[in-house]
């Protein structure tokens, strides 16, 4: 359930409620006393972060084409006629130093980079992500550090402030997450659906239509008669002969199945030594 960022005064009251009523039934074994708190709304809202069609392709352009992690911004909007949802519009690659399974802003050139982007554009910069390459996308200990900054620094004279951030990999799998401040409410990666903005591009029918008409295949599995023989092949260990190559039993030279064992030879070998006897096979 997504979750408050803050306390509002009614939170408080019945925050302070509850520890009095805690506190007055009590017993301190060792003279310390705890008090946890979880705040969550009960709605069950979820979130909609929207990609144009643009702001995708960039992204995916970026999470095949660099085998280090990389980083950038989204020029990102809230929807006024949708409740908890957001459209990032494009996206932009800020000045960075990249590795294996770091990224670094360049501090030096951010500025001057910054400074060419359009007053709205510049307010609309509401939007952190970088790729984990083939790793998980789990926040590290760096990123949550880096989360916490941006999110100080947005301005509480923001008439419409949120943000948002973002780990993606090469398996298109992410963890998401929503601060919207204005609203006071958080959403994880499981309160987020991510979706196509564009009308012409809503792959929601075409996705539909296609797992109806690409039909999985279905095997039903054929338990063996016997466990002892069903692994091929097997070895005639008196006389002469070997297993069926089609069933995995031994075939047409007598003798009891405890005769037979498992040779560690492939077909090809068997077939190898048998050549001028296919009767052993059939």
Not at 50 to 57: G, I, K, L, R, V
Not at 208 to 213: G, Q, Y
Not at 254 to 260: C, I, M, R, T, V
Request: aromatic content about 14%; some cysteine; hydrophobic content about 35%.
């Amino acid at each position: 359930m997504p979750k408050p960022i803050y306390l509002t005064d009614e939170l408080v009251e019945d925050t302070i409620a509850e520890f009095k009523k805690s506190l007055s039934s009590a017993q301190m074994l060792d003279g310390k006393f705890s008090f946890i708190k979880s705040f969550a709304y009960k709605t069950g809202a979820k979130a909609k972060l929207y990609y144009s069609a643009t702001a995708y392709t960039q992204q995916l352009a970026l999470l095949n084409n660099f085998d280090s992690e990389v980083a950038w911004h989204g020029i990102i909007k809230r929807l006024p006629k949708e409740e908890n949802a957001y459209l990032v519009e494009r996206v932009v690659v800020y000045p960075q130093i990249v590795g294996a399974a770091t990224v670094e802003m360049d501090d030096a050139k951010y500025g001057e980079w910054v400074s060419q982007f359009s007053d709205e554009d510049f307010f609309n910069i509401r939007f952190q992500c970088h790729s984990h390459v083939n790793m998980g996308c789990t926040p590290s200990t760096v990123d949550l550090d880096h989360q916490q900054k941006i999110l100080e620094q947005v301005s509480s004279s923001d008439l419409n402030k949120f943000y948002v951030f973002s780990i993606w990999n090469k398996k298109m799998e992410h963890v998401t997450r929503i601060y919207d401040f204005e609203n006071n409410i958080y959403f994880d990666n499981s309160e987020i659906e991510i979706d196509l903005y564009d009308a012409d591009c809503d792959m929601s029918d075409f996705i539909e239509l296609a797992k109806k008409t690409a039909v999985k295949r279905t095997f039903t599995a054929v338990p063996s008669k016997d466990t002892k023989f069903d692994r091929w092949p097997y070895e005639k260990t008196t006389g002469s002969g070997y297993c069926s190559p089609i069933d995995g039993r031994p075939t047409g030279y007598g003798g009891s199945k405890q005769d037979y064992a498992y040779s560690g030879k492939n077909w090809q070998d068997l077939l190898d030594e048998q050549y001028s006897d296919l009767t052993a096979f059939r």
